[in-house]
């Protein structure tokens, strides 16, 4: 790192003992520098942290898009859009599963092997997140190795080849270990971020591969895969769109050369970001229209109705800040912030955060400029860390930027940015270290057995964060202590608990047996209060309608259902559990008449045609329910619905003969 690291007389002599007395010490632990140890300890690593979520339930939008979803049940979706679109399932379920092909389709993958048993997925995800540790050990280890980061003094200095040994493996565990991550992780339907983070790095490794080989063939091979990874991170998820920027990054910023050379290399990567706006217009014209006017709003691009791309910019300051802030202090993680959209420039809020993010931007440019100067002993350190800091922006970039996405704020979405987070501050760290003890901060045991307790008590702090996703209720019941003004907190714990003692039979509907009394009264009062913060929430009236039907609480169920109904007269939900709560009064008439009108209100909707196909069974009009069902059973394939259709068409049999 240029001649600055050849002091001269006692210097010299001081240095060259310490450095002979740190290869002496590396020398006795010599294993702990071999890669494959590495590789061990980021893999032990990960299951570590995550060795208590393998059996965690499908939470939230795990749901809709996976468990109700039939397009992952059977691979022929993925070559027969028109097959996709006539699924009565919800627009934005069919829309990403277009967008994002490869995704789903390990989604499908894991339902062909082992159904809906959660654990291969959760095993799944894991395995996921600890190859992309490894992939942050191998990109941060050729980075270590391109020509703008080795000189000759390193070449003859140990020291700064132990550096160079555990700067990766460093880099790698903070980022496998550390408790931000598990929304990325845990989170089965975020296994979307996950992996595009898989062949995104993977994609960068390639081409850093290429750049480095020796042999021309060599050279092709890796650049070729490196472009293959691209195309396969742009159908995995949205924000792959900006990897061939951060590919013509760690050009610019680690490799020299002809320009026009160059330029000419990275042209295929830029053309791949073609990809996502060719798909969004496929769709647009594959969509039925009337889930064109959808079609925006459901693929989590622009579907923050009634913000502008203003509010939504300068309310990303806070949230980056706040992304910072848990990424150096990781407490008070929450599934669902109650974060507030800021609509004025000019105040606290938005100008302090935007302070902050300047100011790291800037000592981003500061750094890289110094990067260039000459003999600076640090110039590594400092190009790692500015590195690390354009990274952090330009990953987040798609989802903090000026695209509003209806949650303004997501843990999950800082899981690639953070690679360059941990990478800048490790850099920032070593050198503040070198300026303070004048060596290396890897070569320091004290420095070492620090860091080894801070990712302990990252480690730690993983574990128990995990633990709050072991169930829906204390999954949601964090998020309402957390986000007590949040409607949809105290939806999501009430819907829970309803469900859990319905499931676990500890009430017995109608009847005196009260065992489950208490859980059940506990969910109503969380829906309740749902209604309160929103009065306008209809998944809060249709689930507590439906709640008070089963306890015969006929007439507040009514109630309920009906305001539902007048909030969104084109839902059929509330419609489906009218339909439902007249059927078990024995209204077969009025029961009738409302789930004829969810149908017409979504003609493609499953569960109206189920239910006007049984009641019709229920009535012995054998031929109107057959029909109705498979109306059902073409909108969502369900093996369970055949069997229903088989044994009706098995009872009209004889009559036909």
């Not at 704020?409 to 490790?426: D, K, N, T």
């Not at 439902?580 to 909707?605: C, L, M, Q, V």
């Amino acid at each position: 790192m240029g001649k600055a690291f050849k002091p001269s007389g006692k210097k010299q002599e001081s240095a060259n003992k310490g450095v002979s007395s740190s290869s002496a010490d590396l020398d006795q632990i010599n294993l702990w520098h071999e890669p494959f140890v590495h590789v061990m300890l980021i893999v032990v690593a990960g299951f570590v942290v995550y060795f208590n979520t393998i059996t965690s339930p499908f939470l939230f939008d795990d749901i809709t898009y996976l468990v109700t979803n039939p397009a992952i049940k059977e691979f022929s979706f993925f070559t027969d859009s028109d097959r996709l679109f006539s699924l009565g399932i919800l627009p934005d379920v069919k829309n990403n599963f277009l967008l994002r092909p490869v995704s789903y389709f390990t989604y499908a993958l894991n339902y062909a092997v082992h159904g809906l048993d959660v654990r291969g997925y959760h095993l799944t995800n894991l395995i996921i997140h600890i190859v992309n540790g490894l992939l942050v050990y191998l990109m941060v280890s050729l980075a270590l190795h391109t020509p703008a980061m080795l000189t000759d003094d390193e070449k003859e200095n140990s020291a700064q080849a132990v550096s160079h040994t555990w700067f990766p493996l460093f880099s790698a565990l903070f980022f496998v270990c550390h408790p931000l991550q598990t929304q990325a992780v845990t989170y089965i339907i975020q296994r979307f971020t996950s992996l595009v983070v898989l062949f995104y790095l993977g994609s960068l490794v390639l081409y850093a591969k290429s750049r480095l080989a020796r042999t021309a063939t060599s050279q092709w091979v890796w650049y070729v895969l490196a472009l293959l990874s691209a195309v396969i991170a742009m159908n995995t998820k949205e924000n792959a769109f900006t990897l061939p920027l951060a590919i013509i990054l760690f050009e610019l910023m680690f490799f020299s050369g002809h320009m026009g050379r160059r330029l000419v290399r990275l042209i295929p990567f830029l053309l791949t970001m073609l990809i996502i706006p060719v798909r969004l217009a496929q769709l647009s014209s594959m969509a039925k229209p009337v889930e064109a006017d959808v079609l925006v709003d459901s693929i989590n691009l622009v579907n923050f109705s009634g913000v502008s791309s203003w509010h939504y910019l300068i309310t990303q300051f806070g949230v980056i800040a706040t992304y910072l802030r848990l990424l150096v202090l990781p407490i008070g993680q929450n599934f669902d912030y109650d974060y507030h959209l800021q609509t004025h420039f000019f105040s606290l809020g938005v100008m302090l955060p935007l302070f902050l993010l300047l100011l790291i931007m800037g000592t981003g440019v500061y750094l890289y400029c110094r990067s260039w100067g000459p003999d600076r002993p640090q110039t590594p350190l400092y190009k790692l860390a500015a590195f690390g800091i354009f990274w952090f922006f330009l990953t987040l970039s798609v989802e903090s930027s000026i695209v509003p996405i209806d949650d303004l704020i997501f843990e999950h979405r800082v899981y690639l940015p953070s690679v360059g987070f941990f990478l800048s501050a490790l850099a920032l760290a070593a050198i503040i270290y070198r300026r303070l003890a004048n060596r290396f901060i890897f070569t320091s045991t004290m420095a070492n057995g620090l860091l080894a307790v801070i990712l302990i008590s990252l480690s730690i702090a993983g574990i128990v964060r995990n633990s709050v996703w072991q169930d829906e209720v204390s999954f949601w019941g964090d998020i309402t202590d957390k986000s007590p003004n949040k409607a949809r907190a105290h939806y999501g714990l009430g819907a829970a608990l309803v469900q859990q003692a319905a499931l676990e039979n500890k009430i017995d509907f109608g009847t005196s047996r009260n065992v489950g009394r208490e859980k059940m009264e506990a969910g109503i009062k969380e829906l309740r209060t749902a209604i309160r913060l929103r009065p306008d929430y209809i998944l809060a009236h249709v689930c507590l309608g439906k709640t008070l039907s089963d306890l015969k609480q006929f007439d507040e169920a009514t109630t309920e259902l009906l305001t539902a109904a007048r909030l969104n007269p084109n839902s059929p939900l509330p419609h489906i559990f009218l339909g439902e709560s007249y059927e078990n009064r024995g209204e077969f008439a009025k029961a009738r008449n409302e789930y004829t009108t969810a149908i017409a209100a979504d003609p493609s909707h499953p569960e109206a045609h189920l239910r006007l196909g049984k009641l019709h069974a229920k009535e012995g009009n054998l031929p109107d329910a057959i029909a109705e069902l498979e109306k059902s059973y073409l909108a969502y394939p369900d093996e369970t619905t055949q069997k229903q259709i088989n044994d009706l068409k098995a009872k009209l049999m004889p009559a036909g003969k």
